[in-house]
């Protein structure tokens, strides 16, 4: 199994920036795709960005031009730069991750951290 923490979120104002970090570990064999989704309060949890073990990246259009993700292979950890960032963005986020692990070898699994508020004021 992965275990995912995350740790870096908090209340920032407008226009601010924040960095979240989600370190993996447990038992696995190889980690695939990583990255962060979000959840608001009433809406459905939505893709934030995906990093692959290519380093290829996916953003969605409302953070496109002011998230950027990135991800550390040697210590299996992914961020997440947000800047300028606006009220709506306020949400838990979640990290997630793709990993084959010994007791499933034979395909990816998906992992989830147990999420990390951010909150923007206006």
């Known amino acids: 199994q992965v275990q995912l923490v995350e740790s870096g979120g908090g209340l920032v104002q407008a226009g601010g920036s924040l960095r979240l970090s989600c370190a993996a570990s447990g038992r696995f064999f190889r980690i695939d795709a990583m990255g962060w989704y979000r959840q608001a309060p009433g809406k459905q949890r939505e893709l934030v960005a995906m990093?692959?073990?290519?380093?290829?990246?996916n953003y969605a259009d409302s953070v496109e031009g002011r998230f950027t993700i990135s991800r550390d292979n040697a210590k299996n950890t992914v961020y997440l730069q947000m800047n300028s960032l606006k009220p709506e963005d306020t949400a838990v986020y979640y990290c997630?991750?793709?990993?084959?692990?010994?007791?499933?070898?034979?395909?990816?699994?998906?992992?989830w951290g147990q999420g990390t508020q951010v909150t923007v004021s206006s």
């Open positions: 997630n991750s793709w990993a084959v692990v010994p007791i499933a070898p034979s395909r990816t699994n998906a992992f």
């Open positions: 990093i692959g073990s290519d380093a290829g990246t």
